[in-house]
């Protein structure tokens, strides 16, 4: 699912890549942009947190002009008078101004380097809103954002991502190289897919999946033990003895007819005739008349 | 008895009153409960029409909390969905997607009475021993008794059935009268600090206001011979995008705006002849005394929980079903106690052409080597169960 999430099919898609101390999110970021700009698009990077050389660092090519970097790592609260990009100009007004005026007629995907630090500035409610607005505003194609996820409460966090259609959660792996993908996915008619992936990221920022983990670690079958082996007598049986078995005819088993005789058993089946005997004592006076009571 | 009742304006006239002609009203959608008498709507499912005692009380809330919004959504569209079939008036708020979208999506009714609903509930019919003699060759005599009725569905149909992978056509839509309110259309100030609650929820409740009272809904206006009823439906109420930090934050400024707002919500549709459908996305609520008393103060509410994702995709035990359903609250109206569902382990299966609530049975364990889970695990700790469960089942066959 993470090559899919690359290839970014879908318009109108919000990725949010969540990291934490363990493992950093930003080299799995630039394989996105890397992706966009392989798809001839326009990125719009917001940058908060490195600044442009080192963001554009690796990212090689002719590619790298479709790039606008809109620094806000030098004053991002505008303390100089001349700022770049501060954390106010986070609303709808201005990121769609500002994309509009660079991009002409490309699709435009913006990334956001990183949401922790719009939020520490803006209240959750602020960014939740503007980011609703920009996608269904139409001005940037897809938006792709890095949280980190242990600077936030539970409830910020999972506001912010109940509002993405995919989460990319990153955990480190085994190896010093790989890491742990856990994605969960959204489609728009509701449907949730999960998957959890290991996958590495090589030089020039493409992603290798390793393998594919299931959504749960299965516990192996344990191959099944054969209670009829290693026993001092025979319990299983050869065809000859299992036709006879078969052949047996069990004790309470009734014809066909009977069956049906006794389970709809119909009104006075159940008469008793009595014929006595000459060995039973049939008195017709009553036995108790001697009594003296 | 009859008690001397002083009206404004009318000489003292007793309130013993001849019964004249029958005050039920009746309304297309509509039957009195057997219970209670109240009126009831079908929610569109019948498995939660049969949970919540034959249907859902004009005049009451259901609130339904699921984690990811994929299950709660198909019941919200099955109750917006009855509502058209029914010749309902509807009502659609909602903050992340276009009310106008929702209703784009709604699943086509199969209109043909024939019950899809096959009828493998009801005892076998003794008038074909010959091909059921065979089936049981031991246990022969128990044939002719009832199977084990595992989905839940009472006697007389309620409520229609939809097609999910079809939507709904656009003439029996359209003939639907429809309201909508949806939040970004509605600007708020930013300094709105001395409210108790955000702009969005008493726009909506002004909303839902006027709307009943222009439309006739009110209990207060004249009996008519043509009344309906109003379906409400809101979705993703506490949400971010209602301007509510009641998700966002562990300890939330207006941390009763929603409580206020649903108490609001209860009073309109308590005067009103109107039902309400509410999702909430509760397990962003980090406080539970606040989530506790947001399900005190809808009537009846439900929580679904599905498999996706998690350990229990893959247990054995669940692989027919899709997800558990816990019913948190039924609601007693004008009697002392309600009646609660026998079954407590319930779970759902989202079929094309139907949505089923069934008791959970757990299959009978006959291998050696599959973790015996309890009950108590089930609800619980699921990684402690696969713990025991791979660690020791290799011993598991000789335990006595």
């Not at chain 1, 990125?43 to 590619?63: P, Q, T």
């Not at chain 2, 992340?96 to 784009?104: S, T, Y």
């Not at chain 2, 086509?108 to 059921?132: T, V, Y």
């Not at chain 2, 009646?339 to 069934?358: G, N, S, Y």
Request: some cysteine.
């Amino acid at each position: 699912m993470l090559t899919e999430l690359l290839q970014g099919a879908d318009a109108g898609g919000f990725v949010i890549i969540q990291d934490s101390i363990r493992c950093s999110g930003r080299h799995l970021l630039k394989s996105f942009i890397n992706a966009a700009l392989n798809r001839e698009e326009a990125v719009h990077v917001l940058g908060f947190e490195v600044d442009e050389e080192e963001l554009k660092d690796g990212l090689k090519g002719s590619a790298i002009d479709r790039v606008h970097f809109h620094n806000a790592y030098t004053d991002p609260l505008g303390w100089t008078d001349h700022p770049a990009f501060t954390v106010h100009q986070f609303c709808l007004e201005e990121l769609t101004h500002l994309v509009k005026q660079s991009s002409h007629s490309r699709p435009a995907t913006l990334v956001i380097d990183s949401l922790s630090w719009i939020l520490r500035h803006h209240s959750p409610i602020v960014v939740c809103k503007t980011l609703h607005q920009l996608r269904k505003g139409g001005a940037v194609r897809a938006i792709i954002a890095l949280l980190h996820a242990d600077m936030h409460q539970k409830g910020t966090e999972g506001s912010v991502c109940h509002l993405a259609t995919s989460v990319i959660t990153i955990a480190p792996g085994m190896n010093g190289d790989q890491a742990v993908a856990k994605i969960t996915k959204r489609s728009k008619s509701g449907k949730v897919m999960q998957d959890e992936e290991i996958f590495n990221i090589n030089k020039d920022f493409t992603v290798t999946v390793q393998s594919k983990l299931g959504p749960k670690n299965t516990p192996t079958e344990e191959k099944e033990l054969d209670p009829t082996a290693n026993l001092t007598f025979n319990l299983r049986l050869s065809d000859t003895e299992r036709k006879a078995k078969e052949k047996l005819a069990l004790p309470f088993v009734f014809s066909k007819e009977k069956k049906t005789a006794l389970l709809h058993s119909g009104p006075g089946s159940g008469r008793i005739l009595y014929e006595p005997d000459s060995n039973d004592d049939y008195d017709q006076e009553d036995p108790d008349d001697d009594l003296d009571v | 008895m009859a008690a001397p009742m002083s009206g404004v304006g009318k000489p003292s006239v007793t309130s013993f009153q001849k019964k004249t002609r029958s005050k039920l009203i009746s309304i297309a959608g509509t039957r009195p409960s057997v219970q209670n008498g109240q009126l009831l709507v079908s929610t569109g499912v019948t498995s939660l029409d049969y949970l919540l005692g034959g249907g859902l009380a004009v005049g009451t809330v259901l609130l339904i909390e699921d984690r990811y919004d994929s299950y709660s959504r198909m019941i919200f569209k099955y109750f917006l969905a009855e509502g058209v079939v029914c010749r309902h008036e509807l009502f659609v708020a909602a903050a992340q997607d276009n009310p106008d979208d929702i209703l784009q999506e709604l699943p086509a009714p199969i209109l043909d009475d024939i019950a899809i609903h096959k009828p493998a509930e009801q005892p076998r019919l003794s008038s074909e021993p010959q091909e059921s003699l065979d089936a049981m060759k031991i246990a022969w005599r128990y044939q002719n008794l009832p199977k084990v009725q595992s989905a839940l569905a009472s006697s007389c149909r309620f409520g229609h059935y939809y097609d999910v992978s079809k939507t709904m056509e656009p003439e029996i839509r359209q003939a639907a009268k429809f309201h909508r309110f949806y939040v970004p259309e509605h600007p708020t100030q930013s300094s709105s600090t001395h409210s108790t609650m955000p702009e969005s929820y008493s726009a909506l409740l002004k909303s839902l206001q006027e709307v009943i009272h222009r439309e006739g809904f009110d209990l207060a206006a004249p009996m008519s011979n043509s009344r309906n009823i109003l379906r409400i439906g809101l979705h993703s109420l506490g949400s971010a995008l209602w301007g509510d930090d009641l998700c966002c934050h562990d300890n939330p400024k207006n941390g009763h705006s929603l409580t206020t707002f649903l108490y609001g919500l209860r009073a309109l549709l308590r005067s009103s002849l109107s039902v309400a459908v509410v999702t909430v996305p509760s397990h962003l609520i980090q406080d539970r005394a606040l989530m506790g008393s947001i399900t005190r103060l809808c009537d009846n509410a439900i929580a679904l929980e599905s498999f996706k994702g998690s350990e229990r995709e893959t247990n054995p035990l669940y692989k027919d079903y899709h997800g558990l359903l816990y019913v948190r609250q039924i609601p007693h109206l004008n009697c002392l106690a309600s009646k609660l569902p026998d079954h407590k382990d319930l779970a759902f299966k989202l079929k094309r052409k139907q949505f089923t609530i069934e008791r959970l049975h757990l299959p009978p364990d006959l291998s050696e080597t599959v973790s015996r889970v309890s009950r108590g695990e089930l609800s619980g700790a699921a990684a402690v169960a696969s713990a025991c469960g791979s660690g020791t089942s290799g011993n598991k066959h000789l335990d006595f």
